[in-house]
């Protein structure tokens, strides 16, 4: 038959064509000159920046979908009206990945190689950080300031281009040991935990910071992300008699474990709630009046709390988000998490001593207790060669009327037991 | 369901030569010649093209885009699994995915844990999602419709705490990272070329044994199981059988595909395998054309560019656009595009036709 022999042909062409090959792998960026000769400068010159960011628009997780918001109105203002990062108008690209590891990969190559963007300045997430840190540390891409409590982004020497920024869930864990120690130091604790990677991290941090102190777990129950609900977690968790409760718990979870501690009248231990579910929007629906005096701790701003109504950059933020985002809500912490971030890059790119891709790594990684004004007083960033963790100080909050309020000092988890990772 | 019936009579119409053809005077001239020989072949000449356009585009590709067309590959031949089951044996899956999670998981499994040489995990992922895809045929032999969709949708389901619970195996919620296969020095290809290649050598493969299937007596027994068990039943076929072979063939792709997303990825975790990717796979062959030769590499195509596309259109809520683009494109071709195609070379062939007519 013709036919099959015409496809024959060109089969045969086609394996002859493939068998010539490869590309020059050249990628489209220059490089230095002078002092930092030979340095990547791929997306920036004297007048421009190129960032690009990774994050979940759609899908399971896009509540945190405003984060970037937060960061275009901290760059729009510095663009118009500070000329930018050291006279480099900053481009901040958004990609979403729906909260999935494969089109985080996609993503991150689009923004990469399409996009030609300096650094990834953000990527959310566990799973879409882990499937495109090979590829960026490949690249030699820094992927600056990711947006996971995770404890790997630091603790792993195969990846220097790929950093975190917020405190991870181990320090938030030896922040609540030491929060006992001082205020209960004989407590016996009953945990409610996330049976994923975030749930371990966090009670393994405690548990390694109360070993040799006289706080005891007494029972800890797991869920799977899965399930229904916690309560029957709970009904086990109230019969061991603990006077501390440490709810490990992501929002959906933490406001079902708040509402079941409301409804056991018969059971009042003190209720620790982690960082994640600490959102106002989490506590309200259990009803303010059940959640008073529950615990938690933070290291931002917190836009509804009345005592930074007179702060500076309170309300420089709350006057630039109406102007550049008129359509964000300045109350969503999550905006004022996104301008935090963005103002830690302004001042890690400031520090940069070679505006190169080489030079931001570097810089993010010899961070000296550098300040930025949205966090709270006293939590500063520090990284050195064998610490990749720039925020590690949190404050305790409790629950009060209607709104967090801070209570004692800040506690610096490297202070009071050494750096992560021994 | 009456989509897929009207599919595969659009793709019969395309695919057999119309015998009026053949019986025409062979023109005269060597110009009218090659143009007659263009006109009769030119399904071959387009799969030609469409080779060497998938060959010679690596090169040309920046590594970005080229990492596109893998992974529509690695959808195409999932896709090329369910259209067996839903297009051609008339069976609902809502469970897709989880196939596709056994080949990955497998794939992930093999390589981190015993340390296989990558190329013999696709046989194994494969013969893996098939045994698996046999015994979960069973329920498939007793239900049907609705009922059958919400088992399958259970198995969707469950997945994904399963592969967290066995961390020491699975890595947990953490998922495994993997070195990606590289190139063999001698063809001297970048590795995402070389997975490139790799994806094409597997999807031609898995169209290839699909045809093949379709054309012999198993095919023809699946069509009749489709359009009505108990014409097929008198007929000598026994349905139970054929559905239960139906599941497993599509899941063997499905964990094929599993597999090359492995190679390609290079990292797995449960999240990546939610009911959301055995729905949008769904959603992928029913646009692209139930029951239809190219449904899967057009669903391929659309699972993949349509919701970076959508994003562009509106960063706001890209899910949203999604949804809209997938009702428009069943609203304008209620066939799929394969089914939009075949229209418009029917069309084509009508018109070709007249003109030799009015010509002669």
């Given amino acids: ?422 | 369901m009456s989509e897929s019936t009207e599919a595969t009579e659009t793709t019969r119409a395309v695919d057999t030569p119309e015998p009026a053809k053949d019986e025409r005077p062979a023109p005269a001239t060597p110009r009218d010649r090659l143009v007659a020989f263009t006109v009769r072949n030119w399904r071959w000449i387009a799969l030609g093209v469409l080779l060497l356009t998938a060959v010679w585009a690596p090169f040309q590709l920046v590594p970005f885009r080229v990492f596109q067309f893998t992974m529509v590959m690695v959808y195409a031949v999932a896709l090329l699994g369910l259209n067996l089951l839903t297009g051609h044996a008339g069976q609902i899956s809502l469970g897709h995915g989880a196939f596709f999670a056994v080949g990955a998981y497998g794939t992930a499994v093999m390589m981190f844990h015993w340390e296989l040489p990558y190329p013999l995990t696709l046989p194994l992922a494969a013969a893996l999602a098939f045994v698996i895809g046999l015994a979960f045929g069973v329920p498939a032999t007793r239900l049907r419709g609705l009922y059958l969709a919400l088992v399958t949708l259970a198995i969707a389901i469950f997945i994904v705490p399963l592969l967290k619970r066995f961390e020491s195996v699975t890595g947990g919620s953490m998922g495994l990272t993997l070195e990606k296969p590289s190139a063999p020095a001698w063809t001297g290809l970048a590795p995402d070329q070389w997975l490139y290649f790799l994806a094409l050598a597997v999807t031609i493969l898995a169209f290839v044994a699909v045809r093949l299937l379709l054309r012999s007596r198993v095919g023809r027994a699946l069509h009749s199981v489709r359009d009505s068990e108990t014409a097929a039943e008198v007929m000598g076929v026994k349905p139970a059988s054929y559905k239960r072979l139906a599941f497993a063939w599509s899941a063997m792709f499905a964990g094929a595909a599993g597999c090359l997303y492995t190679w390609t990825i290079g990292f797995v975790s449960p999240d990546s395998f939610t009911v959301n990717l055995s729905i949008t796979l769904l959603a992928g062959i029913v646009v692209g054309g139930l029951g239809s030769t190219w449904g899967p590499l057009l669903g391929g195509l659309f699972v993949m560019f349509v919701p970076s596309f959508s994003q562009d259109i509106n960063k706001a809520a890209p899910g949203v656009i999604f949804g809209l683009l997938i009702i428009a494109v069943m609203y304008v071709a209620p066939t799929g595009l394969a089914g939009l195609a075949g229209r418009a070379a029917h069309w084509f062939n009508k018109t070709r036709s007249n003109r030799i007519l009015r010509k002669g």
């Fill in chain 1, 1 to 422: 038959m013709r036919g099959t022999a015409v496809s024959a042909a060109v089969l045969l062409a086609a394996t002859t064509a493939a068998a010539c090959g490869g590309r020059d792998d050249g990628d489209g960026g220059g490089t230095a000159s002078g002092a930092c000769e030979g340095q990547q400068t791929t997306g920036i010159t004297d007048s421009t920046l190129k960032l690009g960011g990774i994050y979940p628009l759609s899908g399971p997780a896009s509540a945190y979908g405003a984060i970037p918001k937060g960061i275009q109105a901290y760059f729009d203002y510095v663009n118009a009206e500070k000329g930018g990062i050291d006279g480099r108008k900053v481009e901040f690209t958004v990609r979403d990945d729906g909260y999935q590891p494969p089109k985080a990969v996609e993503e991150a190559r689009r923004l990469v190689e399409q996009e030609q963007v300096f650094a990834l300045f953000q990527t959310l997430g566990t799973p879409s950080t882990t499937a495109t840190w090979d590829y960026t540390n490949q690249r030699k891409v820094p992927q600056i300031f990711v947006a996971t409590g995770a404890s790997k982004w630091g603790a792993d020497d195969k990846h220097p281009w790929t950093i975190g920024w917020q405190p991870n869930y181990l320090s938030e864990g030896r922040v609540y040991a030491q929060y006992l120690k001082q205020e209960k130091p004989e407590a016996k604790v009953a945990v409610l935990f996330q049976n994923d990677d975030f749930g371990e991290d966090l009670l393994g941090g405690f548990k390694k910071a109360i070993e040799g102190s006289k706080i005891k777990i007494v029972q800890e129950k797991s869920y799977e992300v899965t399930d229904p609900s916690v309560e029957a977690q709970m009904r086990d968790l109230a019969g061991s008699g603990a006077d501390v409760f440490l709810n490990i718990t992501t929002p959906k979870f933490g406001s079902q474990a708040l509402a079941a501690d409301a409804k056991m009248t018969d059971w009042n231990p003190l209720h620790v709630l982690n960082n994640v579910a600490a959102s106002v929007t989490v506590l309200k629906p259990v009803g303010f009046k059940n959640v008073q005096g529950v615990v938690s701790s933070t290291y931002y701003k917190d836009p509804n709390d009345p005592q930074w109504d007179d702060d500076a950059e309170m309300k420089l933020y709350k006057a630039k988000m109406k102007q550049y985002e008129p359509g964000a809500d300045p109350a969503v912490p999550y905006h004022a998490y996104g301008w935090a971030v963005a103002s830690s890059f302004h001042k890690a790119m400031e520090a940069a001593k070679c505006k190169t891709r080489e030079g931001l790594r570097d810089s993010v990684h010899n961070l000296n207790n550098v300040e930025v004004p949205m966090l709270l007083p006293g939590v500063t960033m520090k990284t050195g060669p064998d610490d990749g963790f720039p925020i590690e100080s949190m404050q305790m909050m409790e629950f009060k009327g209607e709104r967090w309020s801070l209570v004692g000092e800040v506690i610096d988890t490297r202070k009071e037991f050494g750096p992560l990772g021994d």
